[in-house]
């Protein structure tokens, strides 16, 4: 592994927390470190309703209605600068309560399936990201996981 490469950790494991944060709406721990790319890359952050912490912490003006989902759902908007506009002296203001939407974001997935990110400072921290395979069960699941990249690249309906 390279100096500039960050353990990204065993797939399968990776893989195994990555569905179960997803299935059951709780965070990913991610070792973020002091990277903010996804902070700092003009997201629109969608907020649910029943994510009252969170909301609680974000100034309403802040907020808009969700283009098509359901009354109650909104979407926090970033800064002229693309920056979220939680995010002060380099850290997010609201971690303890950041919306569902920053808890399960997690770049490595762009690592895992070999592909870039639509945003460069995301594409460039992803690309320092290394997994380990130690064992059969990682190698078929990094495999299965590049793969099915591949399928939807080369599928008809990709629209680019």
Known sequence: MSE???????????LR?????????????????DCVACCTSSYFIHIRPDE????????????????????????????????????????????EDRPLTCRTYDCRVF???GIEADRPAI???????AFEYPTDDDRRAGAAVRSARRR???????IR
């Open 123 to 129: 594409t460039t921290r992803a690309r320092t990201w």
């Open 52 to 95: 009252t912490g969170t909301l609680s912490r974000v100034p309403a003006e802040l907020l808009v209605a969700a283009p098509g989902l359901p009354r109650g759902h909104v979407v926090l908007g970033y800064d002229q600068r693309g920056r979220c506009p939680m995010l002060e002296e380099g850290r997010c203001s609201i971690y």
């Open 17 to 33: 927390q990555t569905r179960l944060a997803h299935q059951t709406d709780t965070a990913v721990d991610v070792p973020c470190g």
């Open 152 to 158: 939807a690249d080369s599928s008809p309906l990709n």
């Open 4 to 14: 500039a490469s960050r353990q990204a950790g065993g797939f399968s494991d990776w």
């Open 111 to 113: 690592a895992a399936a």
